[in-house]
């Protein structure tokens, strides 16, 4: 364990959907639906691209306006939490994903930063017997705005005073991972990400893996 200590990183983030857990959540359908949602409700135009969003920048565009009422917001997480429950159900670990985090537990602080609701996540985590490997977790309940905003990862820094955002590391697969990690000043690692969208994004990683447990490298 000692092996892998590096005074410098104190604490990692990690992602939960597909880097943690292979999720099986329809993100198409949600984020469809949501928006879908959003324009009979008239809080967004016609005609997005939506190849060019995901659910969680459609529902940050939509809270933008701050016009929408507390039932239509509701009913808009509504939403997300159906297909996130549906998705989450049976979720099996990435590969290699137990061995690191007992490599990890009680060197670092590990958190989880998710959109999920914090119920969903905790449940997911524990259903899969990792949930006591993490000093934290935050859910979307915990965030002014979900990712890509930066508020998850403040929440982090926000509860570890005593650490920097330099003494920490977030792993994740999707570009508003690494755009929200970044943006609170926390070096981001890709786990089998789409560099090309990631590009498009701004998204720069410090690097980039295909096994979770090649993170070590970077520690």
């Not at 259903?127 to 490997?133: A, G, M, P, V, Y």
């Not at 994004?201 to 410090?206: C, E, F, S, W, Y």
Request: proline share 3%.
């Amino acid at each position: 364990m000692k092996s892998i200590t590096n005074p410098i990183i104190k604490g990692i983030v990690f992602d939960m959907d597909n880097t943690l857990l292979q999720s099986s959540i329809d993100f198409h359908a949600m984020k469809r639906d949501t928006y879908y949602y959003l324009v009979e409700s008239q809080y967004l135009p016609t005609g997005w691209n939506l190849d060019q969003h995901t659910t969680s920048t459609i529902i940050t565009q939509a809270l933008s306006t701050q016009s929408m009422s507390p039932e239509h917001i509701s009913e808009m997480w509504d939403i997300a939490k159906k297909y996130e429950v549906a998705g989450m159900r049976g979720a099996k670990l990435e590969s290699g994903v137990v061995e690191l985090l007992n490599e990890l537990h009680g060197v670092y602080n590990l958190a989880v930063v998710t959109n999920n609701a914090v119920e969903a996540a905790e449940t997911a985590l524990l259903d899969n017997e990792i949930l006591r490997f993490f000093d934290l977790v935050v859910g979307r309940e915990r965030m002014n705005r979900i990712k890509p905003s930066p508020d998850g990862f403040q929440y982090v820094l926000q509860h570890f005073k005593k650490t920097s955002a330099q003494e920490w590391i977030s792993v994740g697969d999707a570009w508003i991972d690494g755009k929200a990690s970044i943006a609170a000043g926390i070096p981001f690692i890709a786990y089998k990400g789409d560099r090309v969208k990631m590009i498009q994004q701004g998204v720069d990683p410090l690097g980039e893996i295909t096994d979770i447990r090649e993170l070590k490298r970077y520690l």
